[in-house]
């Protein structure tokens, strides 16, 4: 089973669900976000140092190793940029896909890091993640290697995590290198594919973040599930035991009726693909197997949609076909 990393908080913000039925616990970490997490705390100052130094493996995205801390550690946020990268700046709120190895400044002990997994994606908000990480990844650069220490206030705070072997005195050094970054206005960017079906429907193929129409034929929905490439991407294929950052659109074959959305709402979709399939299965089996990066869509009949049991009040009714265009920006 995939390894979760301790960074995250217990539910990270910014999760959907459809037509108000999944399980938003899809994206569980086994570690609480930060106590200091509060509106009414003001933000840590973010010093230069000091910070111990990457000694191997100072290449961007390679596991790097780091020296033990000297001296005092500051009781403020400490960041540098190590290696400066050319991408678009991450704010707070976004979702950034990053390797990072975290480590105890006193005794250089690493407690956790994913160069020898998968890389981490998470949500920079209060509540999903550490505040140290929160402050001090806000303004990087996509393709950036920041290094940072993080005092016990903006960490696990006095009480620590024990799960990490992290004491409530602990200041706690990391090594991020952020790989991407993705926030409401993210669409997938794929090669354009031919939609030459006049049976099914056609998708948009705008890349701006709004939602891509969709134009459903004055025709009798197809019997089994349908999921196609409109945009494809070059990542690689989403697996069952992962989970998916989306973009979504799904509307009722019928009538035409948007019953839910992401795009221009500000905010995103995560989801865990296993526990979709208790929800939707055809979207669960239609994004199986596609490639990160791409817009898909997918038609699903109403046996692997919500069948005779559709959400009340909604506009999907019994029986419900459904069409879904997704943008599928990452997956882990």
């Avoid at 991020?176 to 926030?183: A, Y």
């Amino acid at each position: 089973m995939r390894r979760r990393s301790l960074l995250l908080a217990a539910v990270p913000a910014g999760l959907v669900t459809l037509a108000g039925c999944g399980d938003n616990s899809s994206s569980s970490g086994k570690a609480s976000a930060s106590p200091s997490a509060s509106a009414s705390v003001p933000p840590p100052k973010i010093v230069d140092g000091p910070l111990p130094a990457i000694t191997a493996g100072t290449k961007f995205d390679e596991k790097p190793t780091v020296a033990k801390g000297t001296g005092d550690p500051s009781k403020n946020l400490a960041v540098k940029t190590v290696i400066a990268g050319s991408g678009k700046s991450v704010a707070e709120n976004d979702f950034i896909q990053a390797n990072y190895l975290g480590q105890i400044w006193s005794t250089a002990k690493v407690f956790d890091q994913s160069y020898d997994r998968t890389p981490l994606l998470m949500q920079l908000a209060a509540g999903s993640i550490i505040d140290g990480w929160r402050y001090g990844l806000a303004g990087r650069k996509v393709g950036s290697r920041v290094l940072m220490a993080v005092p016990p206030t903006w960490g696990y705070g006095s009480g620590g995590n024990s799960q990490a072997g992290i004491k409530g005195t602990d200041t706690l050094v990391f090594v991020v290198d952020i790989l991407n970054s993705f926030n409401s206005k993210s669409s997938s960017t794929g090669k354009e594919v031919a939609q030459s079906d006049a049976a099914l429907p056609r998708i948009g193929t705008n890349t701006d973040g709004k939602a891509p129409s969709i134009d459903i034929p004055k025709a009798d929905p197809p019997k089994k599930l349908v999921s196609n490439y409109v945009l494809e991407g070059d990542g690689a294929e989403v697996q069952s035991a992962q989970t998916v950052l989306c973009q979504f659109k799904g509307e009722v074959w019928d009538s035409g009726k948007v019953f839910e959305q992401t795009y221009e709402s500000g905010r995103l979709a995560q989801f865990s693909v296993a526990q979709m399939q208790e929800v939707v299965k055809g979207l669960a089996q239609g994004i199986t197997g596609k490639k990160v990066g791409s817009r898909i869509m997918v038609v699903t009949p109403p046996d692997l949609a919500y069948g005779n049991n559709p959400p009340s009040g909604g506009v999907v009714k019994k029986g419900s076909t459904l069409v879904f265009t997704v943008d599928i920006l990452a997956a882990m």
